[in-house]
């Protein structure tokens, strides 16, 4: 057990909708990582947070957003859902934000669109 | 530019044979490295890592890897290998002055009875 949280475990749900992913950090970590998995891309990093603030951005579609709360709980949102959307959403957490400290995975959230 | 490449996405070994999982980095500068196992439905989970001082790092489950400079490599092996570690294998790369870490396409290791 890493100590990082997803919510929820499977999602199904159609094309043109709009689902929530929850991730909660380990304890102490400030940063927050999200990332895609799929068959055909691999591990796909889409953003980071910091205490709150976006840190970087990789690979995040417009239709993507996210968002870290004062609780360091973070948030990625999906919206226009379309089939190629269905992966893996891992969220991943790390002590700070420029040191070597490796990221912790969760358990991911399988999100399948219809 | 930071990238990461793992030869071969699929090796074979038979239980007890030497594994060896190849990891090549394209850097300006030396990062820090890591290697990530991932097994069916679960999320990736650190096998080791490379930050500075002793090149050959040991990390959990018997695994070990090499950073060697001169070759941008960052090979990751187990002398023998065990049913159990049966898995995808991801390495990753992440710059000492930055934030986001670069994972590789990721090898699939099978083990053969």
């Known amino acids: 057990d890493s100590g990082v949280t997803q919510t929820p475990k499977h999602l199904i749900t159609a094309t043109g909708q709009r689902v929530t992913l929850r991730c909660s950090p380990r304890s102490g970590d400030l940063s927050v990582y999200w990332y895609q998995q799929s068959l055909d891309q691999g591990l796909q990093f889409l953003i980071q947070?910091?205490?709150?603030?976006?840190?970087a951005k990789g690979n995040i579609l417009e239709r993507f957003s996210a968002q870290q709360f004062p609780d360091l709980h973070s948030e990625l949102n999906l919206s226009s859902l379309e089939l190629g959307d269905s992966a893996l959403y891992f969220c991943?957490?790390?002590?700070?934000?420029?040191?070597?400290?490796?990221?912790?995975f969760g358990p991911g959230t399988r999100l399948t669109v219809l | 530019a930071q990238s990461v490449t793992q030869l071969g996405s699929h090796v074979s070994v038979s239980e007890g044979a030497l594994v060896l999982l190849r990891c090549n980095y394209s850097?300006?500068?030396?990062?820090?490295l890591f290697w990530y196992v991932q097994y069916p439905n679960q999320g990736l989970q650190l096998l080791l890592k490379y930050t500075t001082g002793a090149t050959l790092v040991k990390g959990i489950n018997g695994f070990e890897a090499e950073f060697k400079k001169s070759e941008t490599s960052f090979h990751l092996t187990k002398p023998s290998a065990h049913m159990s570690d049966a898995a995808e294998y991801f390495c990753?790369?992440?710059?000492?002055?930055?934030?986001?870490?670069?994972f590789g396409t990721g090898t699939s290791l099978t083990v053969i009875p």
């Open positions: 991943a957490s790390s002590r700070d934000r420029g040191s070597y400290n490796e990221q912790f």
């Open positions: 850097s300006s500068v030396p990062p820090y």
């Open positions: 947070y910091y205490n709150g603030e976006e840190r």
């Open positions: 990753a790369v992440r710059r000492n002055t930055g934030n986001q870490f670069y």
